[in-house]
T-cell receptor, first 118, second 111 residues
């Protein structure tokens, strides 16, 4: 079975540009979350979507937006890119979006999209 | 103050050694606790959940002290393949599915 898939795996953008990152959750999973991981730090929560609705938002500026589609895949958009947006962007999927995230609702991460802003 | 704090390391240990990592979290309302492992330039992978009673999975033992808001991970008989960054993770009291990560502790196991 396919795990969480993300695209593109690597990309380079210029300051001020916009980027769209894509994520397909594990088949049957309805919850998708996005995390940003800057070098040397742990991942930081950006968004969670469950059943196509935003269920949580981290402390990120409005330049960051996301959506979830009827097939539960998701896109993360970042506008007006800054050098500080350079990071690994991780998508995570889980079966449920509420309740206890323990066995059965384990959160799985994709391999991520490496974004470099120059 | 960071919500989840870890010693960044690196911990440099010989094969076969026992090594322990500690982590503290700031929000006493957190309910779920995990250790994730992250290899260089890879995604985090769940190593184990941490339960109040403590739990063991092979060479790995996790402990939780709610009173002190402290989580630990013990690795016995270290293998070269254990070399990685270990991330301490708690859930946000706002949402079970919002994970709060520490910055990670790097482990290097040498031959």
């Amino acid at each position: 079975d396919a795990g969480v898939t993300q695209s593109p795996t690597h990309l380079i953008k210029t300051r001020g540009q916009q980027v769209t990152l894509r994520c397909s959750p594990i088949s049957g999973h309805k919850s998708v979350s996005w995390y940003q991981q800057v070098l040397g730090q742990g991942p930081q929560f950006i968004f969670q979507y469950y059943e196509k609705e935003e269920r949580g938002r981290g402390n990120f500026p409005d330049r960051f937006s996301a959506r979830q589609f009827p097939n539960y895949s998701s896109e993360l958009n970042v506008n007006a890119l800054l050098l500080g947006d350079s990071a690994l962007y991780l998508c995570a999927s889980s079966l449920a979006g509420t309740g206890d995230p323990l066995p059965g609702n384990t959160i799985y991460f994709g391999e991520g999209s490496w974004l470099t802003v120059v | 103050r960071k919500e989840v704090e870890q010693d960044p390391g690196p911990f440099n240990v010989p094969e076969g050694a026992t090594v322990a990592f500690n982590c503290t979290y700031s929000n006493s309302a957190s309910q779920s606790f995990f250790w994730y492992r992250q290899d260089c330039r890879k995604e985090p992978k769940l190593l184990m959940s941490v339960y109040s009673s403590g739990n063991e999975d092979g060479r790995f033992t996790a402990q939780l002290n709610r009173a002190s808001q402290y989580i630990s991970l013990l690795i016995r008989d270290s293998k070269l393949s254990d070399s990685a960054t270990y991330l301490c993770v708690v859930n946000s009291p706002d949402s079970s599915y919002k994970l709060i990560f520490g910055s990670g502790t790097r482990l290097l196991v040498r031959p």
